[in-house]
Nanobody
Framework: DVEVVESGGGSVQAGQSLTLSCVGS????????MGWFRQVPGKEPEGVAA???????TYADSVKGRFTISQDIGKNTLYLQMNNLTPEDSGVYYC??????????????????????????RGQGTQVTVSS
């Protein structure tokens, strides 16, 4: 099984940028459907972005045009470039290494809103705080 560790969180002002990293170990992230989700205390986790082994990326509407998910298989690392951050982007960001979903005999990677609840592995999270 893969293990993932997130880093890169911090405190920034609105409008600034951050890049999160998620390093995998014990197994290649290429074997998984990778994604990011975030959680604020007292709220349901929110899927942010997802990417498959072919580098096809999908995003939640709330981050589309501002966030970019990417992966470097050689470094076994997943990234989330976050631009033009707003206070609503604050939360703990988790990297997810999910299994492929099989629905009605069709297999696909989880979409962003499915990332938090899909079967797989998560890291401990990294805190992002955006102040206005």
């Amino acid at each position: 099984d893969v293990e993932v560790v997130e880093s890169g969180g911090g405190s920034v002002q609105a409008g600034q940028s951050l890049t999160l990293s998620c390093v995998g170990s014990r197994r290649s992230i290429r074997d998984y459907c990778m994604g990011w989700f975030r959680q604020v205390p007292g709220k349901e986790p929110e899927g942010v972005a997802a990417i498959d082994s072919g580098n096809y990326a999908t995003y939640a509407d709330s981050v589309k045009g501002r966030f970019t998910i990417s992966q470097d298989i050689g470094k076994n690392t997943l990234y989330l470039q976050m631009n033009n951050l707003t206070p609503e982007d604050s939360g703990v960001y988790y990297c997810a290494a999910n299994y492929i979903m099989v629905i009605a005999f069709q297999s696909r990677c989880p979409l962003p809103d499915e990332v938090p609840r899909a079967r797989g592995f998560r890291g401990q999270g990294t805190q992002v705080t955006v102040s206005s």
